[in-house]
């Protein structure tokens, strides 16, 4: 049995060790029908760096414990392109493959008042790990692009941002207790369907717990690492620092426009960005100053004014 994986294995071999490796393998968009060949000779064929790929599979199969000895050697747009096929496989399969088979074996009628509120209980998590994964595409990716590139974001830091995989999946656990405890099929219904249901929450749970640890352990350091190095770059390139015209605010100081005129608490927004409420209060500060507009009446008519929200999306007082 393969102990730790390496470029001269054979491909298949490393599938056959631990069939959950099978969608890994999916999300770096290598094909099957690998015939004999190696992990680097298959790497090579689809465009993946190898390394990387030896180090998601060797951090899946022993734990995060070995991910130590990849982080400085993983390439970044692998690695990115990797975890975004991961979010569109939980986002546009998995979770909406395992909705349906909700449906199919509980009763969602409003008389069957348990079933109704495992639905919504569902729906609710769906979305909040739409909300997290799209934020994860929009943003830190975004942000390791402008790493990349030698860009500082002075408003992000991924060892802020990594805290919010707390209990991401504490709901799933929570869903499959309430079925298993206190849902009842209807008189001669058969109870497979649920038990297939079941048995896809684990699965998908299990998935999903490997993705946060794989994020957690191998990638964000990876991504604070670059953070260091780009920060360390800037401080021995001396560069000539423009005044920001008064109304030159950043995309953060944007964003935070956007939810306050939406009518959201500095506790709120704080959760909304994945930063403290102390950084939203002087975020609000910084914007103050720079517009001298000091009013939420005031900064939703900037804020309609510049495009930054529309008019829909503000309930008018």
Sequence with gaps: MITSYSE???????????????QMICRFGIQLGVGDKTVREVCTAAGVDTTTFIAVANVMKQGGSIAPLYIDKIDMVTMMHHLKSAHEFFLDFQLQHI???????IDCSRQNEVAFLILKFYDEYMSEVRKHMEYENQRVFTHVDHLL?????????????????DGMDT??????????????????TSSDLLCNVLFSLYNCEADLRAHCDMEETLFFPAVARL???????????????????PENLSEREKEIIACIVRGMTN?????????????VLTHRKNISRKLGIHSVSGLTIY??????????????Q
Excluded: M, W
């Design 149 to 165: 590139a030698g860009k500082l974001d002075p408003d992000f830091r991924i060892r802020h941002y990594c805290k919010s995989h």
């Design 267 to 279: 506790k709120e927004v704080a959760a909304q960005l994945f930063i403290s409420v102390n950084t």
């Design 8 to 22: 001269q294995d054979k491909i298949s071999d490393v599938i056959a060790s631990q069939p959950s490796l099978l």
């Design 99 to 105: 909705r349906r088979k909700l449906l199919e074996a």
């Design 303 to 316: 804020a309609i004014v510049n495009q930054i929200v529309k008019v829909e999306e503000i309930e008018l």
């Design 171 to 188: 709901k799933l656990q929570e869903l499959k207790n309430i079925i298993i405890k206190y849902y009842t099929p209807a008189e001669g």
């Design 227 to 245: 953070e260091d190095q780009v920060a360390a770059t800037a401080k021995d390139t001396p560069v000539e620092k423009e005044e920001p015209a």
